[in-house]
């Protein structure tokens, strides 16, 4: 419609500026009348487009968010699990580590914390919605700057920083698992040396490497710290 005014208000100027019948003077001030007018009336239209385009984005990012904030809820939830996970097994190692010379260990302690002797525990993050909308360029759309930056900080950097933590961790996991497969032996028909696993040397310096969830548990703390965040940006955010 907007561009039908303009074809109509530039037919005028052409048949006013060559009508020889109108003053030089009538001329230019129909021509700037005319040219007022379409000055208008492709700022309106602009205006319009701009603020539709502007709704759409910002819906956009309304969905995005209400994904995100379930997302995030679930992976703390997985992270909170995950951590728990940590604080056991370094409860274990450490035990293991602090084994005395020539005494064995206590078979019932051994047990009760079987889940974690060779178990590997790893963050799976909920990214994929995060990828997708950083992909398709339109994480700007975000206008809030503190929960555009958290969020980026969440998956640029806070996870990436614990999956290498937690990567080590398990690298250093896999060994001690290697280890007890090659050290396996029967000593009958129905015992093996699997106490004596425990006391080797290799084993008590790998629990000590183990027992140490330091900065495995600090990342965590950080990214749950910062996904409760931005759930908290996110909810406010809808409430206003």
Same mark, same amino acid.
């Given at each position: 419609?907007? =561009?039908?005014?303009?074809?109509?208000?530039?037919?005028?100027?052409?048949?006013?500026?060559?009508?020889?019948?109108?003053? &030089?003077?009538?001329?230019?001030?129909?021509?700037?009348?005319?040219?007022?007018?379409?000055?208008?009336?492709?700022? &309106?239209?602009?205006?319009?487009?701009?603020?539709? =385009?502007?709704?759409?984005?910002?819906?956009?990012?309304?969905?995005?968010?209400?994904?995100?904030?379930?997302?995030?809820?679930?992976?703390?939830?997985?992270?909170?699990?995950?951590?728990?996970?940590?604080?056991? !097994?370094?409860?274990?190692?450490?035990? &293991?580590? +602090?084994?005395?010379?020539?005494?064995? @260990?206590?078979?019932?302690?051994? #047990?009760? *914390? !079987?889940?974690?002797?060779?178990?590997?525990?790893?963050?799976?993050?909920?990214?994929?919605?995060?990828?997708?909308? #950083?992909?398709?360029?339109?994480?700007?759309?975000? =206008?809030?700057?503190?929960?555009?930056?958290?969020?980026?900080?969440?998956?640029? =950097?806070?996870? @990436?920083?614990?999956?290498?933590?937690?990567?080590?961790?398990?690298?250093?996991?896999?060994?001690?698992?290697?280890? *007890?497969?090659?050290?396996?032996?029967?000593?009958?028909?129905?015992?093996?040396?699997?106490?004596?696993?425990?006391? +080797?040397? !290799?084993?008590?310096?790998?629990?000590?490497?183990?027992?140490?969830?330091? !900065?495995?548990?600090?990342?965590?703390?950080?990214?749950?710290?910062? +996904?409760?965040?931005?759930?908290?940006?996110?909810? #406010?955010?809808?409430?206003?």
């Amino acid at each position: 419609m907007e =561009e039908e005014e303009i074809v109509k208000h530039t037919k005028r100027i052409y048949k006013t500026w060559f009508n020889k019948e109108l003053s &030089i003077w009538h001329k230019i001030s129909e021509f700037l009348i005319e040219i007022i007018i379409i000055v208008f009336a492709v700022t &309106i239209s602009i205006w319009f487009h701009n603020r539709s =385009e502007h709704h759409h984005q910002q819906e956009e990012v309304r969905i995005f968010l209400e994904g995100l904030n379930g997302d995030l809820t679930h992976d703390i939830e997985e992270m909170e699990d995950d951590r728990a996970s940590y604080v056991n !097994q370094a409860r274990f190692y450490r035990y &293991i580590s +602090m084994i005395k010379f020539n005494r064995p @260990p206590n078979l019932d302690t051994i #047990k009760k *914390y !079987q889940p974690w002797w060779f178990n590997t525990t790893s963050f799976n993050p909920n990214d994929g919605r995060f990828q997708g909308f #950083k992909s398709s360029g339109k994480v700007g759309y975000i =206008e809030n700057d503190s929960l555009q930056n958290d969020i980026m900080d969440m998956y640029e =950097e806070n996870i @990436p920083a614990l999956l290498s933590s937690s990567n080590m961790y398990i690298k250093i996991k896999l060994e001690l698992l290697d280890l *007890y497969f090659k050290s396996q032996k029967r000593l009958t028909d129905s015992t093996t040396n699997f106490l004596n696993f425990w006391t +080797m040397d !290799q084993v008590n310096n790998i629990s000590g490497a183990l027992a140490d969830t330091g !900065q495995v548990l600090e990342r965590y703390d950080n990214c749950i710290r910062l +996904m409760k965040r931005i759930i908290a940006e996110i909810d #406010k955010q809808n409430a206003g």
